[in-house]
């Protein structure tokens, strides 16, 4: 065997760094460690802060991280929901103006106060849908293309004198505020099909929305949706699927709302899908499992 002749060896000689140069450095690993935008696809009926909270819990290393949202999304809506981690925090402005695309499904006949499956149903019995209704969503939908002022809707976090929307829509005072409004644009809004949602599908839909955890009036609600399904003997229901891209802060349910109002039948938001926020698809989104 041959032997190690340790004068040939090469030693290891320390790096005189300088101050400013090792204070580069740690900043650089900081950077590459704590600075992420994460494509999260959120499921339905959990808020976006319980998906910081599952990612913590399922992703060790964001435990004592900072982690934000960017652009809220519903319970009850599902889809791209953008977080920003640590230091990536500091451009989360940048992030926030980009704008969205969604799927969404209308189910004509019947009003919620929230606009939603998730609120309490204003009519106990279903509005006639009027005759070519395609042609007459076709161009309703039509007209709501460009800049406009959109109010925010009674169940929303916008805060007025200190209280948010829905504290107001509960408390039912909103007779004593002005709602207020924000300009969005609408770049497109599409009717992609018309079908039909089953009494069946309808209730299933209602029941996820209701398990929603948080308080969201769940006990009221259920009762209130026990007595239409009670009154009601209807066996299926006319639906729509829509496309819409707009601009940051848009509330689709609202634009369902207002179909409805228009169209003279009502309609509620059956589904929300976020499909995209700028370049961010929800095809290339993280998925959660959640518990």
């Known amino acids: 065997m041959g032997t190690f002749d340790r004068s040939k060896s090469r030693s290891i000689q320390p790096v005189d760094y300088d101050i400013f140069t090792i204070v580069k450095i740690v900043a650089m690993q900081y950077t590459r460690q704590m600075q992420k935008l994460l494509v999260v696809n959120k499921p339905i009926g959990v808020t976006p802060y319980q998906v910081i909270q599952t990612l913590r819990e399922q992703h060790p290393p964001y435990q004592k991280e900072k982690i934000s949202y960017v ?38 006949g019947l009003a919620t106060d929230t606009y939603d499956l998730l609120g309490l ?58 709602i207020p409004t924000r300009e969005i644009s609408v770049t497109d809004f599409t009717l992609l099909s018309l079908n039909a949602c089953s009494r069946n599908e309808l209730e299933k839909k209602v029941s996820v929305a209701i398990s929603v955890q948080g308080d969201f009036r769940q006990e009221a609600i259920k ?22 891209s707009c601009s940051s802060g848009t509330y689709i349910r609202s634009f369902i709302n207002r ?33």
């Open 71 to 108: 652009g809220r999304l519903d319970p009850l809506a599902h889809g791209v929901l953008l977080l920003t981690v640590g230091a990536a925090n500091n451009t989360r402005e940048a992030y926030l103006s980009l704008p969205k695309e969604y799927e969404c499904e209308a189910l004509f």
């Open 121 to 178: 149903v204003q009519n106990l019995s279903i509005k006639k849908v009027p005759d070519l209704l395609e042609e007459k969503i076709a161009t309703t939908i039509k007209s709501y293309v460009g800049k406009q002022q959109q109010s925010y809707p009674p169940f929303s976090s916008k805060a007025v004198h200190g209280k948010p929307l829905f504290w107001w829509a509960k408390q039912d005072r909103l007779s004593e505020i002005t």
């Open 223 to 244: 009762k209130r949706w026990e007595t239409f399904f009670t009154t009601n003997t209807q066996s299926s229901f006319v639906t729509a699927r829509l496309h819409v």
């Open 259 to 291: 179909l409805g109002e228009s169209l003279g039948c009502y309609a509620v938001a059956t589904e929300i899908m976020r499909t995209s926020v700028g370049a961010y698809s929800v095809d290339s989104a993280i998925n959660l499992t959640l518990e």
